[in-house]
């Protein structure tokens, strides 16, 4: 319901951007976002956009992540600039209805490596 890519293999100092594209079975979508987990650690929030465009950034990710999401389309859009090493997680798309119903999807690779 909630389909991810963009992961891949990048260079410290790089950039990417995610995509997630939400299927029209989940309706009333009120926010949108990125999660990531790393081996061994707990999920850890990215980012978060709520439908007017309020958001949320993990400390670590403010002024080289930047959210975006395109509600006609119920698509939600991170670019991730200057990427470190630490970076290096499984990033999860993530999608809350105003009805509290709650979805992620099925996690991108993104690794950060020289």
């Known amino acids: 319901q909630l389909q991810a890519s963009g992961g891949g293999l990048v260079q410290p100092g790089g950039s990417l951007r995610l995509s997630c594209a939400a299927s029209?079975?989940?309706?009333?979508?009120?926010?949108m976002g990125w999660f990531r987990q790393a081996p061994g650690k707990q999920r850890e929030l990215v980012a978060t956009?709520?439908?007017?465009?309020?958001?949320v950034y993990g400390d670590s990710m403010k002024g080289r992540f930047t959210i975006s999401r395109d509600n006609a389309k119920s698509s939600v859009y991170l670019q991730m600039n200057s990427l470190r090493p630490e970076d290096t997680a499984v990033y999860y798309c993530n999608a809350r209805t105003y009805s509290s119903r709650n979805f992620w999807g099925q996690g991108t690779q993104v690794t950060v490596s020289s």
């Open positions: 029209g079975s989940i309706f009333n979508i009120n926010m």
């Open positions: 956009i709520t439908s007017g465009g309020s958001t």
